[in-house]
């Protein structure tokens, strides 16, 4: 609930005014984005750190890579629309931060929209970024608010000429930003797998409300991960059918490829949170089991001193002549018999293991 008032929130911002206005709908107060451009072929490779969009020249026979970090600078993603000939609205997706993953062919370009997750090891927490990228004849652009590392690895492929990349146009370049960006959610599903499997075993040991909040914590985060997830699927499934001609056919397969990791980690999340459905109904099993024990416990004590109780009350009471009064040995007699009844009772519970 607290994440959908958020994103009403972040979108009451543009109310009132018309489509394809650039208003920055994110969170994140950074400095002034940072652009880097990269230009490549089989045999070159070039990258740079533009301080403005007049400085991008078109790049004559070679692949183009322009991407931003920072999206506060509402003015600079016009400036690129126009060096670019961007359609407003899709400026406009870029700028909200809080996009459902999605393509959308304008037939000159292709504009897709992706989550990026990362995993802390220090917090045990989850964070989300978006990744916006803009397919065309001979370039890409990536959009993202802050830098995550995510890429990183491709670039060191271009720079390093190694694999095939360097080799094929921007297509390809495409299809090698959705499948890092694919590879990320591994990372946070073997976390989220280890976590549930750690707690596994602490769910019958010790049912505690510390463990519920954490059950909680990663049923959460695995419904978060599936719901950025599915929609990429049918983004992957839409653009490894073909049907645009922004795509080769020898880029098709390796498409497929990333289709068959995004139903991997759908069916792999949906496992985790069965695990965990079936971990809380253990949790609840446990915690009434443990308590049906105490009352157990409770039960056998009150059943011992019941009698007791009645004997004492019997015998206390003020009444001029009652039996064994005048006794010398009643009261050990009374202990004894009191004791008898109490062995009687434990072998009793022993007997119907109540007591084991």
Same mark, same amino acid.
């Given at each position: 609930?607290?994440?959908?008032?958020?994103?009403?929130?972040?979108?009451?911002?543009?109310?009132?005014?018309?489509?394809?206005?650039?208003?920055?709908?994110?969170?994140?107060?950074?400095?002034?984005?940072?652009?880097?451009?990269?230009?490549? $072929?089989?045999?070159?490779?070039?990258?740079?750190?533009?301080?403005?969009?007049?400085?991008?020249?078109?790049?004559? &026979?070679?692949?183009?890579?322009?991407?931003?970090? &920072?999206?506060?600078?509402?003015?600079?993603?016009?400036?690129?629309?126009? *060096?670019?000939?961007?359609?407003?609205?899709?400026?406009?997706?870029?700028?909200?931060?809080?996009?459902?993953?999605?393509?959308?062919?304008?037939?000159?370009?292709?504009? #897709?929209?992706?989550?990026?997750?990362? /995993?802390?090891?220090?917090?045990?927490?989850?964070?989300?970024?978006? =990744?916006?990228?803009?397919?065309?004849?001979?370039?890409?652009?990536?959009?993202?608010?802050?830098?995550?590392?995510?890429?990183?690895?491709?670039?060191? *492929?271009?720079?390093?000429?190694?694999?095939?990349?360097?080799?094929?146009?921007?297509? /390809?370049?495409?299809?090698?930003?959705?499948?890092?960006?694919?590879?990320?959610?591994?990372?946070?599903?073997?976390?989220?797998?280890?976590?549930?499997?750690?707690?596994?075993?602490?769910?019958?040991?010790?049912?505690?409300?510390?463990? +519920?909040?954490?059950?909680?914590?990663?049923?959460?985060?695995?419904?978060?991960?599936?719901?950025?997830?599915?929609?990429?699927?049918?983004?992957?499934?839409?653009?490894? *059918?073909?049907?645009?001609?922004?795509?080769?056919? $020898?880029?098709?397969?390796?498409? *497929?490829?990333?289709? $068959?990791?995004?139903?991997?980690?759908?069916?792999?999340?949906?496992?985790?949170?069965?695990?965990?459905?079936?971990?809380? $109904?253990?949790?609840?099993?446990? +915690?009434?089991?443990?308590?049906?024990?105490?009352?157990?416990?409770?039960? =056998?004590?009150?059943?011992?001193?019941?009698?007791?109780?009645?004997?004492?009350?019997?015998?206390?009471?003020?009444?001029?002549?009652?039996?064994?009064?005048?006794?010398?040995?009643? #009261?050990?007699?009374?202990? =004894?018999?009191?004791?008898?009844?109490?062995?009687?009772?434990?072998?009793?519970?022993?007997?119907?293991?109540?007591?084991?």
């Amino acid at each position: 609930m607290g994440v959908a008032i958020k994103s009403i929130r972040k979108r009451s911002a543009k109310a009132g005014l018309p489509p394809g206005s650039l208003v920055y709908l994110g969170e994140l107060a950074t400095g002034r984005p940072v652009l880097t451009l990269i230009e490549y $072929d089989a045999d070159t490779y070039r990258e740079e750190q533009p301080t403005s969009v007049a400085q991008i020249s078109a790049a004559s &026979g070679k692949t183009l890579w322009l991407n931003v970090y &920072g999206l506060n600078e509402p003015a600079l993603l016009e400036e690129i629309g126009k *060096r670019f000939s961007l359609h407003p609205l899709v400026l406009e997706d870029i700028l909200n931060t809080d996009q459902r993953p999605k393509v959308e062919d304008y037939s000159a370009y292709l504009f #897709f929209v992706a989550k990026i997750f990362e /995993y802390s090891a220090s917090n045990r927490a989850i964070t989300t970024d978006q =990744v916006s990228i803009v397919l065309g004849q001979g370039f890409v652009l990536t959009f993202q608010e802050k830098s995550t590392g995510t890429f990183a690895p491709l670039r060191e *492929r271009l720079k390093n000429a190694k694999g095939q990349i360097r080799k094929n146009g921007a297509d /390809y370049l495409a299809y090698a930003l959705l499948d890092a960006v694919v590879d990320r959610y591994f990372i946070c599903l073997e976390a989220l797998a280890e976590k549930a499997e750690a707690l596994e075993g602490e769910v019958v040991a010790r049912p505690t409300q510390k463990l +519920l909040r954490e059950l909680h914590g990663i049923r959460r985060q695995t419904l978060f991960l599936r719901r950025a997830v599915w929609p990429l699927r049918e983004v992957v499934s839409l653009l490894a *059918r073909g049907e645009s001609t922004l795509f080769n056919r $020898d880029t098709l397969p390796f498409l *497929r490829d990333v289709y $068959d990791h995004t139903v991997y980690v759908i069916e792999s999340l949906d496992a985790i949170r069965d695990l965990i459905a079936g971990l809380m $109904d253990i949790f609840v099993t446990s +915690l009434s089991n443990r308590i049906n024990l105490q009352i157990r416990l409770l039960t =056998v004590i009150t059943t011992i001193f019941m009698p007791l109780t009645l004997l004492t009350g019997i015998f206390g009471m003020n009444l001029k002549h009652m039996p064994f009064l005048e006794w010398e040995g009643s #009261f050990y007699a009374l202990m =004894v018999f009191m004791l008898a009844i109490v062995l009687g009772l434990l072998i009793v519970f022993w007997r119907i293991r109540w007591l084991r």
